[in-house]
């Protein structure tokens, strides 16, 4: 690790094998190194803004120099915990100039970027003394990246340990929307066998309808057979929507919306989130789901590809925003599903109410009008169950035409 320029600085000597290879010439040698010398812009900077050089050409320099295997930069190595702690004592990973990533039985292995000061291995052989140590050549830059994957933050300790927060939020999150799934899988068959009992009240209904015809096309056994396969039908149809509907009784629209808040409530921790402003001029929406959901449709992010910790911090955020956004929209989805529901009961009890009670005011009464009175009072109860499924969902869903305005973020 001789300098075969004397006149090189420490941090430029390393890649004067760059000008040897004719990588780069003398004169961007000396003005990297001039640079760090006068305004402390390191040459490894120097060479990657300046003269648009790869990182593993850099690397190759700082091999040659150093006679030292190489190590780029990866999140995966299980750097110890305890290892990191300690290394934070001294100031090396913080400038960049060392960290420790593996440690394999007892030998710990070192990234390190300085290789003329002795003052780096210096305050490694301080902090771990009398421990076999291995040293691999790194970049000064992927060494802050080790360094800030375990620096402690203001909030929720290392960015290390926030990544594996929001993986465990986004996976809460896709365990929501899976049981928001089930809830609209549950309400399509809801809606699966109400098209059944429609059936069934419509055979009891051409059924009466043609027994009191004068001359009816159809004999009369044949008409009886076909009232009570109606009432068979629909009798199955009301018993298996009932048990579905005994099911559903103890989720309200009220708690899918206060478990959704719930799930997303990592925002608070991990993001910066714009509340509404009034003074921008867009009303505020009546209720909580709808104001979550105007929060999260202003928030974008547009990284350069960099990588190391601020791109993948940045990306994690991005990402949970991304699944706080899908899981409110799957609550919309589920509470559109009840009003869908709601309104498909609403729909069919009206057209039966009113067929009951046309049959009755047309053929008046007689011992059918029991049939007619069947279906007057089944009318009658799917209209109070639509009622009751669709009045407290219609705000909700009402709020999301927000959602298909695309064009509104088109560059």
């Not at 990297?32 to 320099?61: C, M, N």
């Not at 000064?140 to 375990?150: C, K, L, P, T, V």
């Not at 609550?331 to 039966?352: D, K, N, W």
């Amino acid at each position: 690790m001789d300098n075969p320029d004397a006149t090189l600085s420490s941090a430029a000597a390393p890649y004067a094998s760059l000008a040897e290879d004719g990588v780069i010439s003398r004169g961007d040698l000396a003005a990297a190194d001039a640079a760090w010398r006068v305004d402390g812009i390191h040459p490894e900077v120097y060479f990657r803004q300046k003269l648009g050089l790869a990182r593993s050409t850099l690397r190759g320099a700082l091999a040659t120099y150093s006679g030292l295997d190489t190590l780029t930069y990866d999140e995966r190595p299980p750097v110890p915990d305890d290892l990191a702690r300690l290394a934070f004592q001294a100031e090396g990973p913080a400038r960049g100039l060392w960290f420790p990533v593996c440690r394999v039985h007892d030998v710990l292995t070192f990234a390190i970027s300085e290789f003329d000061d002795g003052a780096a291995k210096a305050e490694i052989e301080e902090l771990f003394p009398g421990r076999p140590k291995r040293f691999l050549a790194c970049l000064r830059e992927e060494i802050g990246w080790y360094a800030q994957d375990f620096a402690m933050r203001d909030t929720n300790g290392p960015v290390g340990i926030q990544r594996t927060t929001m993986a465990y939020w986004r996976n809460t999150m896709a365990l929501w929307r899976t049981k928001l799934a089930c809830q609209r899988t549950n309400l399509a068959c809801g809606r699966t066998w109400l098209n059944s009992l429609r059936w069934g009240l419509g055979l009891i209904g051409m059924g009466n309808s043609l027994l009191r015809l004068d001359n009816p096309i159809i004999p009369k056994p044949a008409l009886w057979l076909l009232v009570v396969a109606g009432a068979t039908l629909a009798t199955v149809a009301i018993f298996s929507y009932t048990r579905l509907r005994r099911s559903w009784r103890h989720i309200s629209d009220q708690n899918l919306v206060e478990a959704t808040s719930a799930v997303v409530y990592f925002l608070e921790e991990f993001h910066f989130i714009e509340l509404h402003d009034p003074a921008n001029g867009r009303p505020m929406k009546r209720t909580m789901l709808g104001r979550l959901g105007d929060s999260l449709g202003l928030y974008s992010t547009v990284v350069e590809p960099r990588g190391g910790y601020r791109e993948r911090i940045t990306l994690a955020r991005e990402r949970n925003v991304l699944a706080a956004q899908r899981t409110i929209l799957a609550c919309y989805r589920t509470l559109a599903a009840r009003a869908r529901t709601g309104l498909a009961f609403f729909r069919t009890g009206a057209a039966v109410f009113t067929f009951g009670l046309g049959l009755l005011t047309y053929f008046g009464l007689s011992p059918l009008s029991l049939l007619d009175g069947l279906l007057i009072l089944a009318g009658l109860g799917m209209l109070i169950d639509g009622a009751i499924w669709y009045w407290p969902v219609r705000r909700e869903y009402s709020e999301t035409p927000r959602c298909l305005r695309y064009e509104d973020y088109d560059d």
